[in-house]
């Protein structure tokens, strides 16, 4: 698929979860930045969207601060969620994340807004809770909820397939150099080299048995994007 293409389905997976969201019961709101961390994760198409938004809109340096961040303790994923999933249906030793001791405040906030916030991507919208996470001291997300994160984390690393995840410092700092987005623009971004690890297409959902009558209408909506 053409990367003009994805950028059109991102944008419209994006509409379909923020409907979704819409519907839920949530305490998040403006100033809420407990979940605003450095383990933050994307895709490298998510970040593209996020850099060519921002740079057609006169803005780019949003994201200047991130290039000289090298050494700031941040998440950095061993495992995509496709690849998670293939290895759970064929009951295959699953590698465990170290998310220990990294949870500083996000680059991007500022007086505790997000400063991209229009152009966030998933790993940040999916970040729903019930609760106040600052007072209950976690997110309190249904089951429900989660199955159908899990869903579109999925299917948005199905879309950039042949690109990379990793932690949005990383992702952004690439995507903010010629180099990078050369690279992933002529599809040969080398995901290893930059600290990012490789995405995986969709093979298998992971849906619990008793959310699959109830999830089915968002994934029909999924399916009309033609993914």
Not at 115 to 130: H, W
Not at 150 to 175: P, W, Y
Request: net charge negative.
């Amino acid at each position: 698929m053409a990367l003009a293409k994805k950028l059109e389905a991102l944008n419209r997976v994006y509409k379909i979860y923020d409907g979704y969201s819409t519907t839920l019961n949530l305490a998040c709101k403006a100033k809420c930045d407990h979940c605003c961390t450095t383990n933050v994760t994307l895709t490298t198409l998510e970040g593209y969207k996020i850099f060519y938004e921002l740079l057609a809109a006169g803005k780019q340096g949003i994201i200047d601060g991130l290039k000289g961040i090298k050494d700031r303790p941040r998440f950095q994923p061993r495992l995509t969620t496709n690849r998670m999933a293939e290895l759970c249906a064929a009951d295959a030793k699953v590698p465990q994340e170290d998310t220990t001791g990294q949870w500083q405040d996000c680059s991007l906030l500022d007086d505790s807004l997000c400063t991209i916030y229009d152009l966030r991507p998933f790993g940040c919208r999916c970040f729903v809770s019930q609760k106040n996470c600052g007072q209950a001291g976690y997110a309190d997300i249904d089951d429900f909820t989660a199955s159908v994160n899990t869903v579109f984390l999925q299917v948005i690393e199905h879309l950039d397939a042949k690109g990379c995840s990793g932690n949005l410092i990383d992702v952004l700092r690439l995507m903010a150099s010629d180099d990078g987005r050369r690279g992933y623009q002529r599809g040969e971004l080398n995901c290893e080299e930059n600290g990012l690890i490789v995405n995986w297409e969709l093979k298998v959902l992971m849906i619990p048995p008793e959310h699959r009558e109830r999830i089915e209408p968002i994934l029909q909506q999924l399916r009309n994007i033609n993914l």
